[in-house]
């Protein structure tokens, strides 16, 4: 790799959830390019998370405020690193996921966000495949129609610090009812340069299929997030529109908007962030 290759932290929001969380981590410490850092993002837990993520290493933020959205918002905002990548607990990455994230940045200087498939290693031979197909065209297919653009899946995925900064202004922190991914998904754009790479894979836990009170919670926060993200930025008839109407995924148009939010007066900041 190139000496200028951009570097990539590594962000983990946990709940609750500190034996996926040791076996995550111990796969980031095998890395055959490692991280800059690791930051573990602890949201409430009641459980040995934090001190599973300490004896790892990694660096411990709390969030108080309740939900996935504030708590990887919490670890992008402090991470380092030129590209920010995130993970679940119980996303198993493999030994190049770092490679492969730091290369794909480095390969197109435009790129603004990548994302990749995963596949559930936890459930019965039969049905894994099925329920990995299935939830990829939810996830993919069906999201990216209603966002018009690549969503990325936030146990898998990352996002270039510079576009992180210019968008996290417009996002509301204090809404535990959304997808992080999503909302980060619909708030990049639909001119945003965002690449799906089907090598870029990770295996997960099938814990929605397990679980038929999770999966009705996680459709009603994506249901929530879309609603929120079509009534902020516009829904999927404009957002076709923007994207149709420039160089689709160059990323210029909402680049301009995220100038013009950088530039903006002071006293003037976009609705959605907390106050400091």
Same mark, same amino acid.
């Given at each position: 790799?190139?000496?200028?290759?951009?570097?990539?932290?590594?962000?983990?929001?946990?709940?609750?959830?500190?034996?996926?969380?040791?076996?995550?981590?111990?796969?980031?410490?095998?890395?055959?390019?490692?991280?800059?850092?690791?930051? #573990?993002?602890?949201?409430?837990?009641?459980?040995?998370?934090?001190?599973?993520?300490?004896?790892?290493?990694?660096?411990?933020?709390?969030?108080?405020?309740?939900?996935?959205?504030?708590?990887?918002?919490?670890?992008?905002?402090?991470?380092?690193?030129? #590209?920010?990548?995130?993970?679940?607990?119980?996303?198993? #990455?493999?030994?190049?996921?770092?490679?492969?994230?730091?290369?794909?940045?480095?390969?197109?200087?435009?790129?603004?966000?990548?994302?990749?498939?995963?596949?559930? /290693?936890?459930?019965?031979?039969?049905?894994?495949?099925?329920?990995?197909?299935?939830?990829?065209?939810?996830?993919?297919?069906?999201?990216?129609?209603?966002?018009?653009?690549?969503?990325?899946?936030?146990?898998?995925?990352?996002? =270039?610090?510079? =576009?992180?900064?210019?968008?996290?202004?417009?996002?509301?922190?204090?809404?535990? /009812? #959304? /997808?992080?991914?999503?909302?980060?998904?619909?708030?990049?754009?639909?001119?945003?340069?965002?690449?799906?790479?089907?090598?870029?894979?990770?295996?997960?836990?099938?814990?929605?299929?397990?679980?038929?009170?999770?999966?009705?919670?996680?459709?009603?926060?994506?249901?929530?997030?879309?609603?929120?993200?079509?009534?902020?930025?516009?829904?999927?008839?404009?957002?076709?529109? =923007?994207?149709?109407?420039?160089?689709?995924?160059?990323?210029?148009?909402?680049?301009?908007?995220?100038?013009?939010?950088?530039?903006?007066?002071?006293?003037?900041?976009?609705?959605?962030?907390?106050?400091?």
């Amino acid at each position: 790799m190139a000496p200028d290759a951009p570097s990539v932290s590594v962000v983990i929001p946990v709940r609750d959830d500190a034996a996926a969380l040791e076996r995550c981590l111990a796969r980031l410490a095998a890395q055959t390019v490692p991280p800059l850092e690791v930051l #573990v993002v602890d949201n409430g837990s009641l459980d040995g998370s934090a001190a599973v993520a300490r004896a790892a290493r990694a660096t411990v933020l709390h969030e108080d405020e309740p939900g996935i959205l504030a708590a990887a918002a919490r670890g992008f905002d402090a991470a380092s690193g030129d #590209v920010l990548a995130r993970c679940d607990a119980d996303s198993v #990455v493999p030994p190049d996921w770092v490679a492969r994230i730091r290369g794909a940045f480095a390969a197109d200087p435009e790129l603004d966000g990548l994302t990749g498939p995963g596949r559930f /290693h936890d459930l019965p031979a039969p049905w894994s495949a099925v329920a990995s197909a299935a939830y990829a065209a939810g996830t993919f297919v069906a999201a990216g129609a209603a966002i018009a653009n690549v969503p990325l899946w936030g146990s898998n995925m990352a996002i =270039r610090r510079e =576009r992180w900064h210019a968008l996290a202004d417009r996002l509301d922190r204090t809404d535990p /009812h #959304v /997808h992080d991914d999503l909302a980060i998904s619909m708030t990049l754009g639909p001119c945003a340069r965002v690449r799906f790479d089907p090598r870029l894979r990770v295996a997960a836990e099938g814990r929605i299929f397990r679980s038929p009170a999770d999966a009705r919670r996680r459709v009603a926060l994506a249901m929530r997030t879309f609603r929120r993200g079509w009534a902020a930025e516009g829904g999927p008839g404009e957002r076709w529109a =923007r994207r149709l109407g420039g160089r689709a995924g160059d990323g210029l148009a909402d680049r301009a908007a995220a100038r013009r939010l950088r530039l903006a007066p002071a006293g003037r900041a976009p609705e959605g962030r907390r106050a400091a």
